[in-house]
């Protein structure tokens, strides 16, 4: 008689591999999607990149050292190449990092430009959590009509930064022709593209989401009418659209007002893509059983729509969303380096690029283009993370691998 026993290994594989097809099979429509999207080793890579630049234009003014608008340059340090801190010199080590002290000049034998000569005998010794520059968070400045009706709200405001020396500045990717530290312009800037793409993002997305979802639900002739609006708006040429809208400005315009009319003008020419992705959904979905179920109970279309439909392509709304976030970015950037977008004393990735463009700073002030890499990344990462939430939510993409 053959041995019916099992032995205890091959029980806990199986009772193991058992509670994996449970779970799998439980598993709600989000958590099968970051499962997938986990055994992508590049999309996980990218994820851990978006986030650290996300985190450092959240907390951009506490690592920024100083502040970086025209308020705090440098009048000493005028294109300066980056400093670099350091444990050990000729002198020998230290337990805390320090820079050297230096000293710039002009002469006519290098046609008036900075010449800076570094002292070794001296140290300047980096401190972290320094108080410098006061910062706010949450802090808006209202403007009503009328100079009585305008008023603050004062947010919270700090004066701790990273890090900082006991004399003189330190400026770790340089400072431009004003004086103004690269470092904290940068880490602003993401900042500032962020919150841009961010707004135009949550325009399209609602505008997308309220015209996508009437025109798949209802059909006929009003499916037919916001079709029209949605390829008279598809036809529209983004750049001679801003060469008209930056005419329109005024020039007493505010950044902050710039800013905002900035972010509305891209969510309101970036909706019809995911819109017809919306519709196109609904008109599939809408003669399904569920849907009539939801009628007859006496559900709304609104309630039918938001509650039923929305809901069950959710996965691949937010593959939309994520991947629209590098196009508002690069559509910022594009108009801010031709001088259609954002301006000065705003810091943004466009009006960072700005500073590449001549001929003097390839040759002389190659520190110019640190914010370049960092654009590069910022955009990289939100392109390969859309790509890994994009096969994370297509439900085939298990049997392709």
């Known amino acids: 008689m053959a041995d019916q026993s099992v032995s205890p290994e091959l029980s806990a594989e199986a009772l193991a591999e058992q509670k994996r097809k449970e779970a799998y099979f439980t ?3 989000m958590q099968l999607v970051w499962a997938r999207f986990k055994r992508n080793k590049t ?15 959240l907390i951009a003014p506490f690592l920024s050292p100083y502040d970086p608008t025209i ?56 401190h972290f959590f320094v108080e410098g520059w006061e910062y706010s968070y949450f802090a808006y400045d209202i403007d009503l009509p009328g100079e009585a009706l305008d ?26 022709d004003g004086g103004k530290d690269i470092f904290g312009r940068t880490l602003h800037a993401i900042s500032t593209s962020l919150a841009v793409g961010t707004i135009g993002v949550f325009i399209s997305f609602v505008l997308a989401l309220i015209i996508g979802g009437v025109s798949g639900f209802f059909g006929g002739r009003i499916d037919g009418f916001f079709q029209m609006i949605t390829d008279a708006i598809r036809t529209v040429p983004p750049i001679p659209l801003f060469m008209a809208l930056a005419a329109f400005i005024p020039d007493e315009w505010s950044s902050e007002t710039r800013f905002f009319f900035i972010s509305i003008i891209l969510g309101f ?63 910022e950037t594009a108009l801010s ?57 297509d439900p085939y993409s298990d049997r392709k691998s």
Not at 84 to 111: E, W
């Open 71 to 126: 308020a705090g340059r440098d009048k000493d340090y005028q294109n300066g190449a980056p400093q670099i801190p350091m444990f050990c010199d000729q002198n020998g080590c230290s337990l805390r990092p320090f820079l050297h002290g230096l000293t710039r000049t002009r002469s006519a034998k290098t046609n008036f430009r900075w010449v800076t000569e570094i002292n070794p005998d001296e140290r300047r010794y980096v």
């Open 151 to 176: 008023f603050r709200i004062p947010g919270f405001t700090f004066d701790t930064h990273l890090f900082g020396v006991d004399s003189g500045g330190i400026h770790i990717f340089g400072t431009d």
């Open 337 to 393: 380096f031709i001088g259609l977008g954002l301006k000065d004393p705003v810091n943004s990735l466009g009006v960072m690029l700005q500073n590449v463009t001549k001929s003097d700073v390839l040759l002389n002030y190659q520190w110019y283009f640190i914010p370049v890499f960092f654009f590069i990344a910022l955009v990289l990462a939100f392109v390969f993370v859309g790509d890994g939430l994009r096969d994370a939510a």
């Open 43 to 57: 999309a996980m890579f990218a994820a851990c990149v978006l986030f650290a630049l996300v985190g450092m234009g």
């Open 269 to 331: 020419i970036n909706w019809p893509t995911l819109a017809r992705r919306v519709r196109t959904h609904l008109l599939t979905e809408r003669n399904q059983e569920y849907v009539l179920a939801a009628r007859l109970c006496g559900a709304s279309p609104a309630h039918i729509i938001a509650r039923h439909l929305l809901p069950s392509f959710t996965s691949y709304i937010i593959v939309d969303l994520v991947i629209s976030f590098p196009y508002m970015v690069l559509s």
């Open 27 to 29: 598993a709600s429509q």
